[in-house]
């Protein structure tokens, strides 16, 4: 009785040979594109992190009277992770207008000196564009409607009141 049983189970283990390597093969494939789109989420994540935090930095270095020029020198040290080289930075301000009691138009903020020209309680605006270089551009560009050269364009804006 032993034999026939063992029998069976012997040509049951045979036809199960290979099933591993053939399931790793359906399955790898999609497990690899799943992992390189974590990744790849990740860093544009990062970099959008990034951008953010220039930004409301240089709008605080703003508030205080530093000048563009001063700001641009300084974007290298507020952007760990990117290439501060590759933002490209827009500086504005404008003034309540006390007779209709609104705000003004934005005007491009300038200096006067050591400061920049935006007037005690008028708001500037820092606005920042960084094109974000895809690491798995051709996997993943055009799910995340990136550039033809693989750059998805990332922007950041911070609004601050001059002290």
């Known amino acids: 009785m032993n034999g026939p049983v063992r029998r069976r189970a012997g040509r049951a283990l045979r036809s199960r040979r290979g099933t591993a390597t053939v399931e790793l093969a359906l399955v790898l494939p999609t497990l690899i594109v799943l992992v390189f789109g974590v990744i790849e989420v990740g860093l544009l994540v990062r970099a959008t992190l990034a951008v953010n935090h220039v930004a409301n930095e240089a709008a605080r270095a703003a508030a ?46 300038g200096s006067s000196g050591t400061e920049n020209d935006a007037a005690s309680g008028s708001q500037v605006m820092v606005e920042f564009q960084y094109p974000y270089g895809m690491v798995f551009a051709r996997l993943f560009g055009a799910m995340l409607h990136a550039s033809d050269d693989g750059t998805i364009p990332l922007s950041a804006s911070m609004v601050t009141i001059r002290e």
């Open 64 to 109: 205080i009277g530093t000048t563009p020029a001063q700001i641009d020198a300084s974007l290298p040290a507020m952007s760990p992770g990117i290439n501060a080289q590759l933002i490209t930075a827009t500086y504005t301000c404008r003034t309540w207008d006390e007779e209709t009691q609104t705000w003004g138009p934005w005007v491009t903020l």
